[in-house]
C-alpha cells in the first residue's frame, strides 16, 4: 500500500519560511515523478512544483516562482518543499503526489497525471 506523509507545516508570519518534507513508502516504483499542490478554503487544488525523478528537470507555478524550491532525495524515497518570501495568500493544505513509472526526466503539472496522494499539511501565513 503506498503511503505518502506530509510535515514540515505549521504558522509563519508574513515573509518567514517553512520546509515541507514528503515521505513515500509501500511502493516499488523504478522511477517516479513528484509534485506538491495546494489547495486554500473554497478555491480548487492549485499546482505548486514538481520534479523529475533524476531531479534535473523542475517547474514552478508562477505564484511561487522564485520563492519555492523543490528537491528531492530519491534514497530515502522523499521530496522536499523549501518555501521562503511567503505570503498570506500562500495559505492553504499542501499536498505532495506521485506520478508513478514515468521517464527519468519527466515531470508532471496537471492533478489528472498523478497516481499517488498524501494527505496534506497545513501552512497558514499570517500578515
Known amino acids: 500500500q503506498v503511503q505518502l506523509v506530509e510535515s514540515g507545516g505549521g504558522l509563519v508570519q508574513a515573509g518567514g519560511s517553512l520546509r515541507l518534507s514528503c515521505a513515500a513508502s509501500?511502493?516499488?516504483?523504478?522511477?517516479?515523478?513528484m509534485g506538491w499542490f495546494r489547495q486554500a478554503p473554497g478555491k480548487e487544488r492549485e499546482f505548486v512544483a514538481t520534479?523529475?525523478?533524476?531531479?534535473?528537470?523542475?517547474y514552478y507555478a508562477d505564484s511561487v516562482k522564485g520563492r519555492f524550491t523543490i528537491s528531492r532525495d530519491n534514497a530515502k524515497n522523499a521530496v522536499y518543499l523549501q518555501m521562503n518570501g511567503l505570503k498570506p495568500e500562500d495559505t492553504a493544505v499542501y499536498y505532495c503526489?506521485?506520478?508513478?513509472?514515468?521517464?527519468?526526466?519527466?515531470?508532471?503539472?496537471?492533478?489528472?497525471?498523478?497516481?499517488?496522494w498524501g494527505q496534506g499539511t497545513q501552512v497558514t501565513v499570517s500578515s
Open positions: 503526489a506521485i506520478d508513478k513509472d514515468v521517464g527519468v526526466h519527466t515531470i508532471a503539472v496537471v492533478t489528472a497525471q498523478y497516481d499517488y
Open positions: 509501500g511502493h516499488t516504483f523504478s522511477r517516479y515523478a
Open positions: 520534479i523529475s525523478w533524476s531531479g534535473v528537470n523542475t
